[in-house]
């Protein structure tokens, strides 16, 4: 399976490497391909996701509104057909260590379905036009909402009767994130940049740091602990004890980050790792400050930073037409997989 190297390969290696993807792609074919507002029709028969072998999780497919899974290991996987049939829902993703996936429906209700082949169910949330669902880090809680709206719902025990939670912030969201225990960060437009703040279950706002940009936050693994990214000023944050007694100090990184757009940290809460905006590569580094950060050079540019099974496999591009890149980066010398485009 083709690696990625710190060096960036040559046109005829580059050129030799697509070829080589088409190649790799027809050898992976193991698995079958793939107005008003109205409840999803979910009755007809939706093909499933192959349960035996291997599964690193599933993806949302936008060309056609479909989830599909990624069956396979790291540098051998390719998606398989949809577990729900195309269309039927406006968007959705998922959360591979909890095994579940939330979609929004045509009706706007929200939808939870346990993986692979679970029916999707109402949850009693109706979600507005163009949003955005966002999962903890083992995906026992969840956000629904709009980027630059001034509320979002808290969904929590997705595991046996979902509750939801209303939140209100007194700015534009520029982001926002949640832990497992269900403790809830926004990122708030400001003047100059955004205010990060603390939502505190009995309501208000308290307020953790200034950023100068958005660069993408998330909790790290099951703790109480933060990292969050700025776009602009190209720094690493962790805030540790948001929810009891916030402190936060900046991460090294090597000058290697080069306008974040996402980060993502492994369950056991060892290893982060940050896409950049503003070059095709993504920066693994290790909280404990025991390995220096290492940038990961990837052929297309990461857009997205989404868990995946595993501690720390994460997958960087949507899946599509083009290759999807994936990477572990618990890996002493992490590199870019590919999963060959989607049929």
Not at 244 to 261: G, H, I
Not at 283 to 299: E, H, N
Request: glycine letters at 10%.
């Amino acid at each position: 399976m083709t690696h990625v190297r710190s060096n960036p390969p040559h046109p005829n290696t580059r050129s030799a490497s697509f070829r080589a993807i088409a190649g790799a792609a027809a050898l992976l074919a193991l698995c079958g391909c793939g107005g008003s507002l109205k409840a999803p029709d979910t009755s007809s028969s939706a093909p499933s996701a192959v349960q035996a072998g291997p599964q690193l999780g599933y993806a949302w497919k936008t060309q056609d509104q479909t989830l599909r899974p990624i069956l396979g290991v790291p540098g051998s996987s390719q998606t398989g057909a949809s577990v729900v049939p195309a269309a039927a829902f406006v968007a959705g993703t998922s959360s591979s260590p909890a095994a579940t996936a939330l979609l929004i429906g045509t009706d706007q209700q929200v939808y939870r379905m346990s993986l692979p082949n679970g029916t999707p169910a109402q949850i009693n949330l109706a979600a507005p036009a163009g949003a955005t669902i966002r999962f903890s880090p083992s995906g026992v809680t969840a956000l629904v909402y709009v980027p630059g709206s001034l509320s979002a719902s808290v969904v929590t025990n997705l595991a046996s009767t979902p509750q939801i939670r209303q939140i209100s912030v007194t700015s534009p969201l520029l982001d926002i994130a949640v832990s497992d225990a269900g403790t809830v960060v926004a990122l708030l437009t400001a003047s100059g940049g955004g205010v990060l703040d603390f939502l505190p279950v009995g309501g208000g706002q308290q307020q953790l740091a200034t950023l100068n940009g958005a660069g993408g936050m998330v909790f790290v693994g099951t703790s109480d602990n933060l990292l969050v990214a700025d776009s602009v000023a190209n720094t690493l944050t962790l805030i540790r004890a948001v929810s009891t007694a916030p402190s936060a100090s900046q991460l090294p990184t090597s000058n290697l980050l080069k306008s974040p757009v996402a980060v993502g940290t492994a369950l056991n809460g060892r290893w982060a790792v940050v896409a950049n905006g503003g070059e095709p590569s993504v920066v693994q580094v290790d909280l404990t400050g025991a390995a220096s950060p290492q940038r990961i050079l990837c052929p297309s540019q990461p857009a997205l930073v989404e868990q995946l099974s595993g501690n720390g496999v994460f997958r960087f591009t949507p899946i599509g037409d083009t290759p999807t890149w994936i990477a572990d980066i618990t890996a002493p010398n992490p590199a870019m997989l590919f999963i060959p485009a989607s049929r």
